[in-house]
């Protein structure tokens, strides 16, 4: 069991290099005061499945590398994502080389300052997808 002080405000790189974990659920993750999230699963790269329906990202401003390298994923919903204020996303999805899925109909990136790599190494058919869903995502998030 792991227990989290509510008072943390950066889960950076909680979950970076878990190289044996192939599925993670979060029954309950409603934590306000998180900021931070960069690195979260870096480099998850046996992680097969993830279920983030019931993060609280209200007030996290960074998300960048949050998934990079989870090469393993073929499927993500982040639907229930409130990204309101985040303005780094960065290489979030970088070399996400499986995955075929990406829901993020409910992003607002109108305070992003950098979605650069964003989406680099990941499949082209995701990247298109993505691209003619998102008209306002920058040329320099889905570099190869």
Do not use: H
């Amino acid at each position: 069991m792991i227990i989290i002080d509510y008072q943390i405000k950066s889960f950076s790189k909680i979950f970076a290099y878990c190289k044996c974990i192939e599925s993670i659920k979060f029954k309950k993750f409603y934590r306000n005061n998180v900021t931070n999230m960069s690195g979260m699963f870096y480099r998850c790269s046996s992680l097969k499945e993830l279920n983030l329906n019931n993060f609280n990202t209200n007030n996290v401003t960074n998300m960048s590398r949050m998934l990079s390298g989870c090469s393993s994923l073929k499927e993500l919903n982040l639907n229930n994502f409130n990204t309101n204020n985040v303005t780094d996303i960065s290489g979030m999805f970088y070399r996400c080389s499986s995955l075929k899925e990406l829901n993020l109909n409910n992003f607002n990136t109108n305070y992003v300052t950098d979605m650069s790599d964003m989406l680099r190494g990941c499949l082209d058919e995701l990247k298109l997808k993505i691209k003619s869903q998102f008209k306002n995502f920058k040329e320099e998030a889905f570099n190869n």
